[in-house]
């Protein structure tokens, strides 16, 4: 909601959310859970896998679009992810 | 005579079996995993056992819950369908040791096929063409690349007890083959439950095709015709066509005549078939692997001979003749069978979920063999094959013909489909030629 504020206030938030941004890595379609390469507290740079999901005999890897640090990892070994869930946040 | 038989698989196969079974009056019985429950086979059966969660390792692949339904339900035979358990000697071996009728050849032959590199050796020693290749497992990275000096690159990365084209890469030179050994070994061992690795010479543009064998109770082996299965992605087939356009009468002879003596030389029973590689130019051909179980793109052999081949996989099971005249095999006309899966059609993606709506196509030389309807959940915990499209013309113009207007009208609502991929390839210059290969696909979407 940015009514009422300044370009020049804009930009200033703009500039504090990306420093403390925060990125959800979900789940794009309903998978197997087959490997979890990464771990809380790791640095990751971009490109990174996370997890490995499987869907229907095929592997597909789960990458860190961003570097930073893994905060949280939702999933584990043989899970199962519905399109929407959360599998890692990286700051 | 078997009076019933429990068809241990799932989706469009076990659909196709169970008509089979109740157009021949032999009670079926289905299985079926949580995830399953709603699909059009387990109504179609006579009675239909539960046997575990989702996952196949829990489900399809437990041979004792198998087994355990086929006690309770008083099955007299199993028929395995494809993958699952139908290339798993010892599920074969305690399927007759449990008393009951395997529909299928002798898991010695199973045995025998199942290792890559066994079969290879085999077939060599019986007179049929391979590939430079690797006559045992590779051990490791560095016995990989010494293999691969002597095959000469490029070289296929392949597990040994694979199949399905699954856990496959070529290699163009030594960096690649060194990047991709470890990869191809944990898949191996993932997948097919060994890390026994095998190099084979690679072929460029080569043609997929196989032949069709059925081995007698009298031990003669049937070569009943050539298969066509160059359009593939990730190594998958996902159209085939019946006869080869790119195999020559001469070829054809000398191709059929090598799988009857392949299969001979294990001493096959029932259905399977033997899958080579052809180099159209030079009109040679090599062994690649022999499927000893019915293969899902059977239903083209079907239409062009005229014969239900898990028919008579049923009564060669029964320890009977088959039920045509072997010598007076024709084909006739042209088939092609279009793998209709749940993927997006640019890439290919696995794309689970509700089908909303299903309305198949119909009309003359169409058959759909279905293994979803309209309100199924589409999971991800099996391959992607929705149904498959199967057409019939007089010529392979007319099979083309039918089977554009069969894509066209086949309407499939929720997950993903590759349909739109299949009016592409019927619309291209080079499938409508005939004259493709392996390479087809990459073309279609480089």
């Known amino acids: 909601m940015m009514v009422g504020l300044l370009p020049g206030a804009v930009d200033r938030r703009g500039a504090e959310a990306r420093r403390l941004r925060v990125a959800e890595v979900r789940a794009e379609m309903v998978a197997n859970v087959w490997q979890v390469v990464a771990s809380e507290g790791d640095s990751v740079a971009d490109g990174d896998t996370l997890v490995v999901l499987e869907s229907m005999k095929m592997e597909i890897p789960v990458l860190a679009e961003a570097a930073g640090t893994v905060t949280k990892l939702a999933v584990a070994e043989g899970d199962v992810v519905q399109e929407g869930d959360l599998i890692a946040v990286i700051e | ?446």
């Open chain 2, 1 to 446: 005579m078997i009076d019933s038989v429990l068809v241990a698989n799932r989706g469009e196969i076990a659909r196709r079996i169970i008509r089979t079974l109740r157009r021949t009056g032999i009670r079926a019985i289905a299985v079926y995993s949580e995830a399953d429950a709603a699909l059009p086979y387990v109504r179609e059966a006579d009675e239909a056992v539960p046997i575990g969660p989702a996952p196949p390792a829990r489900s399809y692949l437990d041979a004792g819950a198998v087994l355990d339904a086929a006690r309770r339900t008083g099955a007299a035979a199993i028929h395995p369908g494809y993958g699952f358990l139908a290339e798993n000697a010892g599920f074969a071996t305690a399927v007759i040791d449990a008393g009951l009728t395997w529909v299928g050849p002798p898991p010695s032959a199973i045995e025998l096929m199942g290792d890559k590199i066994n079969a290879r050796n085999l077939m060599e020693a019986a007179g049929v063409p391979v590939a430079a290749g690797s006559r045992e497992p590779v051990a490791d990275v560095a016995a990989a690349v010494a293999e691969a000096e002597r095959i000469g690159y490029p070289v296929m990365i392949k597990a040994a007890a694979g199949g399905g084209g699954i856990g496959m890469s070529a290699a163009a030179n030594e960096a690649a083959l060194r990047a991709g050994f470890e990869t191809a070994r944990s898949r191996a061992e993932r997948f097919f439950g060994s890390a026994a690795i095998l190099l084979e010479r690679y072929i460029d543009r080569a043609r997929h095709v196989e032949v069709q064998i059925l081995g007698l109770n009298d031990s003669r082996v049937l070569a009943l015709g050539e298969r066509d299965c160059s359009v593939q992605r990730r190594h998958q087939k996902i159209a085939e066509e019946t006869p080869s356009p790119g195999v020559t009468p001469g070829l054809r002879a000398r191709m059929l005549a090598a799988a009857a003596r392949a299969g001979e030389a294990v001493g096959y029973l029932g259905a399977g078939t033997v899958e080579c590689l052809v180099d159209a130019a030079s009109q040679e051909f090599v062994f690649l692997e022999m499927n000893t179980r019915i293969q899902v793109e059977h239903p083209i052999t079907e239409m062009v001979t005229g014969i239900d081949l898990v028919e008579q996989q049923l009564l060669i099971a029964a320890g009977g003749d088959v039920s045509f005249a072997p010598e007076s095999v024709q084909p006739d006309g042209h088939a092609v069978e279009l793998r209709v899966y749940a993927e997006d059609p640019v890439r290919f993606l696995p794309s689970p979920g509700l089908i909303t709506e299903w309305e198949e196509p119909s009309g003359p030389g169409v058959r759909v063999d279905a293994g979803y309807a309209a309100g199924n959940e589409v999971t991800p915990f099996y391959d992607p094959l929705l149904a498959k499209l199967c057409v019939h013309g007089a010529s392979r113009d007319e099979a083309l013909r039918r089977a554009r207007a069969a894509v066209a009208g086949f309407r499939i609502r929720g997950p993903k489909t590759n349909l739109p991929f299949h009016a592409e390839l019927l619309d291209s210059d080079e499938f409508t030629s005939g004259r493709y290969d392996t390479s087809v696909v990459g073309r279609l979407r480089p």
